[in-house]
């Protein structure tokens, strides 16, 4: 069984630019959620797609956005890029079995570089 | 609300010796609690999952956790360290909407 799938797993962009990253869940896994993590801030939710619906929303600007496609994958974008938002992202999928107790499967990540 | 306090960000242990590494939540529901390990450049995976079946619960690599509800801990043990097991190792809680909230980190050292 295929495991959570990042695409691209490297990535360098200007300041201003926008950005767009893909993730591709475990087959049957029908919620993605998005995290970005830095040295300085650990571990982020920035947020959760179910059936192609963003349910919960971390506090992050509204630069971040992201979506959800009837097969389950998902993108996220970052718009306007600054300086700070160079990080790793890491996407997650699960069962998101009722009650919600079921574990994540994280993928490798994308390194973003903002120069 | 949900949060989790791993209470020590680094820990060094000698190989072969046991390891702790402690971790308290909070939540207003019974959770779900996990830990996560993360080796350098490489993307999490699940160690060990608590979901209000057996308090004492068994991961993989030898590793096993404690739920204790009065103390609200899920501290992580493993009595032999490998030279393997240093990578960072994240304690986290789950709400029932499926987003996950993150400790901030255990950054686990094994001395030859």
């Known amino acids: 069984k295929a495991g959570v799938t990042q695409t691209p797993r490297y990535l360098i962009k200007t300041r201003g630019q926008q950005v767009t990253l893909s993730c591709s869940p475990i087959s049957g896994h029908r919620s993605v959620s998005w995290y970005q993590q830095t040295p300085g801030q650990g571990l982020q939710f920035l947020f959760e797609?179910?059936?192609?619906?963003?349910?919960n929303k971390g506090n992050f600007p509204g630069r971040f956005s992201g979506r959800q496609f009837s097969n389950s994958r998902s993108e996220m974008n970052v718009s306007t890029l600054e300086l700070g938002d160079s990080a790793l992202y890491l996407c997650a999928s699960s069962l998101a079995l009722q009650g919600g107790y079921t574990e994540a499967f994280f993928g490798q990540g994308t390194r973003l570089t903002v120069v | 609300a949900q949060s989790v306090t791993q209470l020590d960000s680094h820990v060094s242990v000698s190989e072969g010796t046991p390891v702790l590494l402690r971790c308290n939540y909070s939540?207003?529901?019974?959770?779900?609690l996990f830990w996560y390990v993360q080796h350098p450049n490489k993307g999490l995976q699940l160690l060990l999952k608590?979901?209000?079946?057996?308090?004492l619960v068994k991961g993989i690599n030898g590793f096993e956790a404690e739920f204790k509800k009065s103390e609200t801990s899920f501290h992580l043990t493993k009595p032999s360290a490998h030279m393997s097991d240093a990578a960072e190792y994240f304690c986290v809680v789950s709400n029932t909407g499926n987003q996950f909230y993150f400790g901030t980190g255990t950054s686990l050292t094994v001395i030859p």
């Open positions: 797609y179910f059936s192609e619906t963003q349910r």
């Open positions: 608590y979901t209000s079946a057996a308090t």
């Open positions: 939540s207003s529901y019974s959770p779900s």
